[in-house]
């Protein structure tokens, strides 16, 4: 028997207030694209260390970004009710902001499939922000990880979102 959710409500639930994995086999496969950015901000001197590439642990944004492709691809085991996907591609992109001392990333995953890639983008971003902080921690524990977020979505029945400009 096919579960509903109650329309308008929260989908990861049905019409019992029980939670379950949204059932999308009758969804069309469509192309999926999602784009998720965050930053991490931190003392100059952190920043320096990582641009310079002599950071105790070596490679920070290198491994930063195999931390992030791999946490979308494993993004179905650490989300509950996350579809696990093949995915086509991940993409992790750093941009430094040596004023403000802040490494941004921005994560973007694509798919062809029954459901949107929203969370691998998420998740590949901020497994990627919190390599960095592992990797720093040792010089500068107060680092902080602010606004990750989704930036796009693209694909589906719901077709193209923007997060709003701001």
């Known amino acids: 028997m096919k579960k509903q959710s109650v329309t308008g409500a929260l989908t990861h639930f049905d019409a019992n207030g029980q939670a379950w994995m949204v ?17 991490i901000v931190m003392q100059a001197a952190t920043l320096r260390q990582i641009i310079a590439g002599n950071a105790k642990k070596g490679d920070v944004l290198g491994i930063a970004r195999i931390a992030g492709i791999q946490a979308a691809k494993h993004t179905s085991t650490l989300i509950p009710l996350c ?11 750093f941009k430094i902001d040596r004023r403000r001392s802040t490494v941004s990333c921005t994560a973007t995953a694509e798919t062809v ?17 919190l390599t960095i902080y ?29 997060a709003p400009a701001g």
């Open 23 to 39: 059932d999308v086999a009758d969804k069309a496969e469509t192309h999926r694209l999602a784009k998720a950015s965050g930053r």
């Open 83 to 93: 579809h696990p996907l093949a995915l086509t591609r991940v993409e992790i992109d």
């Open 113 to 129: 499939g029954r459901t949107g890639v929203e969370m691998e983008a998420l998740t590949a971003a901020g497994i990627a922000l």
């Open 134 to 162: 592992d990797m720093c921690k040792a010089v500068d524990r107060g680092m902080r990880i602010e606004s990750l977020g989704l930036e796009e979505k693209r694909g589906g029945k719901s077709g193209v979102w923007q």
